[in-house]
């Protein structure tokens, strides 16, 4: 991902397993996405929080220190999942455990999906993906976008804000 230009990202959970279905781990996610807007390391436009992946439309502004931004996003919400999982799901822990030299858990798949969003028409799309993910036959977490509450269609559809850290990628797209 290249600093200053916008993309679609998806990071999805190691072995697909639903780590994301519980609300403190989503937490851990938008805290993260909050933090990296307030520091003016990233500009998210969109978001979906699935079960065992998210899909981001975003774009990096510099580097967090020597670290890329999506390199410190998944670094610091697997160290997060790591201490809730300690503290609540000890056995739950253990499925994320690997045999690696620099770590004992891995919760992010290692194929991370990042596409530049070169043209509005192709952002536009990416978006729509996004917000209708919820709502796919194998998910059925909701009836409308807007209803999922791990999303930006709200923001979309209702201009609600729920969650400040939040830009509109139309304003971006045509400004």
Request: net charge neutral; aromatic share 16%.
């Amino acid at each position: 991902m290249e600093v200053g230009e916008i993309f679609f990202f998806t990071a999805t959970i190691r072995q697909w397993k639903p780590l994301l279905k519980e609300s403190f781990y989503c937490n851990v996610i938008l805290d993260s996405l909050q933090y990296l807007s307030s520091k003016e390391l990233a500009d998210v436009f969109a978001f979906v929080i699935m079960p065992n992946h998210i899909h981001l439309i975003w774009r990096t502004n510099k580097l967090n220190g020597k670290e890329t931004v999506q390199g410190s996003f998944l670094k610091f919400t697997a160290h997060r999942f790591k201490q809730l999982l300690l503290q609540t799901q000890p056995s739950v822990l253990n499925g994320f455990a690997v045999e690696a030299k620099n770590k004992k858990y891995e919760f992010w798949q290692r194929d991370s999906l990042a596409v530049h969003l070169y043209t509005p028409e192709v952002a536009y799309q990416k978006l729509e993906y996004i917000h209708l993910n919820p709502l796919a036959e194998h998910w059925q977490l909701a009836t409308d976008p807007s209803d999922y509450f791990y999303s930006s269609a709200s923001f979309y559809e209702k201009d609600e804000l729920r969650f400040p850290f939040l830009k509109d990628l139309r304003i971006e797209m045509t400004g």
